[in-house]
Structures are given as C-alpha cells and as structure tokens.
C-alpha cells in the first residue's frame, strides 16, 4: 500500500496581510498530480486543515476541490482535525463528502478506524483529533487527562488495543508537539505548557506509521514517526525549509520505503540585511526583486517611509524590520521581552509574575491553579 502524508494546509490563512488561497490551491493541484503520478493509494492530512475556527467561505470550496480531486485521483483520504480546525465545522464537511474521504473529528472515534484493503489484507487509518484537555477529559472520566501528553498517551492506547483485537498494519495520524522537535519561533501556536504537553516518543509506539501534525517543517522523529510540514510558507522563519510530504510504502510485514516528495513553492522567501541605501541600490540585493522579502535595515535611527521606498524595488517585500547595528542588544530579561517569548497563556502569566515579583515565577502550586483557570476558561468559550 502506498501512502501520502501531508498536513497543516492552513486553508485561509494570510502572509503577512496577503491572501494565499490562489497559491494554497496551485501548490494543491501539484500534490494530486503526485498522487496520480505515484499511485497513491491512500493521502493522509494530520490536521489544521483550516487556519481558524470560523475560515471564510471561499476556504471551503479550496478544501471541497481539494478532496474531490484526490479521491478522483484514485485516493482514499483520512483528514483529522488540528488545533486551528472547529472540529464541529470540519466535521460537519464530512457528511456533504463522497465515498471514500474520511473526515475523522470526534475524539470518541479514536479507536475506530478507517480499513483499507490490499493485496496483503487490511491496514487500518486511526484518526486522533486534537486533544484539547479541558474539553475532552469527561469523555473518558476514568482517565488522568490534564495535559496533551496524557491526552495522546490516552488515545494512543485505545489505538493499540482495537489494533491488536483487529491484528493487520495500522497507522496512526495525531496533531501534536513531540518531543525531539524544533518548532519556528511565531508560528505553530504552541499547544504545549512547559514540558508537560510535550508528548514523548513513546507514546507512539505500536503502528506501522505514525503521521503527526502541527509542526510546520518535515521533522523525521524515528522511521516510523514523523511530520510532513505544511505544504507553503507562512513565515520567514520557514523560509530555507522545503515544502513536500512523505510517501509511504507499506509491504506485507509493515513499513517497507519512506521519501520525500518535493511540492512547487510559488514564490521564494528571502530575508535581507544592511543599511536602507545598500538595500535600495547594492546590486546584490537584485535577486530578490521577485521573491517574498523581509527587510532589515542597520541604520543608527528609523528612516522615512521605508516599506514605501522598498517595494518600489522589491514589489514583493513584506515587512520591513528596524534591526540597527552597534547597540547593547537585549539580555532576554525585560517584561516585553518574556511576553514575546511567551507560547501560551500559562506562559504569559508566568512573565507577568516575574515581572512584578522581581524574578520569581509561579510555584508549582500556582502553576497548578493558572492551568486550571486557563482550562475553565476555554471550556466556557467553547460551550458558549
């Protein structure tokens, strides 16, 4: 059997004020030549379909088309829903979808595969929806769910007890941090607290393949564990890491070939440094007058109407960036400094704290009680 994962289309979301549907839908149309092209037999997406809870409606005629063409490319597909997806919304799609494409959202499904078929017997697809704790911790009330770890640890074993009752391959598809990744500073909301939502490797233990969602360049965490990434750029941060997914052969005894399939970027990410004159007129700039541009300029003091004055020669620049050269640079302990670091609300309050008690952070105990307010918080909004 062979098998495509990919992940983290983020359908709707903007770069940098600028709309990506058109480049989204081209880099898509490439994805399923590939399919056709290597006789996929089975297309994976491991989460954040969308890029919000609420996408705009042109979004969901990307995903529709999307879909439609991998299942009339001869794919069955398995999409599970990521942090960024409204479960109910993405779900919801499901019941308008033809025959063969799989939108797996409730968490009450996790131990319930999708069975495909071939010449060697079956393989069975686990979609593991995104675990958020306070909302999912009543369906298993027997269960320590206070965490993403132990959220995911919980799933995989339902996935491994209906495996071995149903005996053949599997393969498991979750959204999720890993241990053992890097994650591009100001992109992947961090779903994580501490390093208590950190799932461990081990928790994937038991499937053929594990094809796991959220980080948004290809991670390899074992042979049998790894992210595709997202399929465009959505930072500059992302800019030198290659866009694509893992094609994935399974033979009669489990994974048998893994490679990487290279997807088109439409256009190239470049970030570029020196003084607002060099970067107006020094010839080695002349590359990037077609590629996305992040531009920082190292002049003592702020210019005049610099974006204006750069997009008249890369009409592609997107952000302009005061980086001057020659100053004390930041020693990482101001206020402002911890709230930009800050990768989720715990967090954010942690620097606070710091902040107004000269250094000292929340106690384990606090700890305990910001997380279970967080958690109050999110279960409200999600029920009103």
Not at 227 to 236: D, E, I, Q, R, V
Request: proline share 5%; charged share 25%; hydrophobic share 40%.
């Amino acid at each position: 059997m062979r098998i495509l994962h990919t992940s983290d289309w983020h359908i709707g979301r903007s770069f940098h004020g600028h709309a990506t549907l058109d480049a989204l839908g081209g880099v898509l149309d490439a994805l399923v030549a590939q399919v056709r092209e290597h006789e996929v037999d089975v297309v994976v997406v491991a989460g954040d379909v969308f890029d919000s809870a609420a996408p705009a409606a042109a979004c969901y005629g990307v995903l529709t088309d999307a879909l439609a063409a991998l299942s009339d490319a001869g794919a069955t597909v398995v999409v599970t829903s990521g942090n960024h997806d409204s479960s109910a919304r993405l779900g919801f799609q499901s019941s308008l979808l033809r025959q063969g494409i799989h939108v797996m959202t409730d968490p009450m499904a996790t131990g319930t595969p999708v069975t495909v078929d071939d010449e060697h017997g079956p393989v069975h697809f686990y979609g593991i929806p995104f675990l958020e704790p306070a909302l999912v911790r009543h369906l298993w009330p027997d269960a320590e769910i206070r965490s993403q770890r132990l959220a995911i640890e919980h799933a995989m074993g339902l996935v491994r007890a209906d495996a071995e009752r149903r005996g053949g391959r599997s393969v498991a598809i979750a959204h999720c941090f890993a241990a053992g990744v890097d994650a591009t500073p100001g992109v992947e909301r961090e779903i994580r607290q501490g390093s208590l939502d950190v799932v461990p490797l081990a928790a994937f233990d038991g499937p053929d393949y594990v094809a796991l969602g959220h980080i948004h360049g290809r991670q390899r965490l074992s042979d049998r564990v790894r992210y595709a990434g997202a399929p465009l750029h959505y930072s500059f941060g992302e800019g030198d890491k290659p866009r694509g997914s893992w094609l994935i052969d399974l033979d009669a005894d489990g994974l048998a070939a893994v490679e990487w399939l290279d997807l088109p970027v439409p256009r190239r990410l470049i970030t570029i440094r020196g003084s607002l004159d060099e970067l107006l007129g020094d010839e080695r700039f002349a590359d990037a007058s077609d590629a996305w541009v992040c531009a920082q300029y190292t002049d003592a003091t702020p210019q005049l109407d610099p974006m204006r004055r750069l997009q008249a020669r890369f009409p592609h620049c997107a952000t302009v960036m005061h980086t001057p050269e020659g100053l004390r640079g930041d020693d990482g302990l101001t206020y402002s400094r911890r709230v930009r670091q800050a990768r989720s609300d715990a967090e954010l309050v942690d620097a606070f704290l710091v902040h107004v008690r000269e250094g000292e952070g929340a106690s384990e105990r606090e700890a305990e009680v910001i997380r279970d307010v967080i958690d109050e918080r999110t279960l409200a909004e999600a029920r009103a």
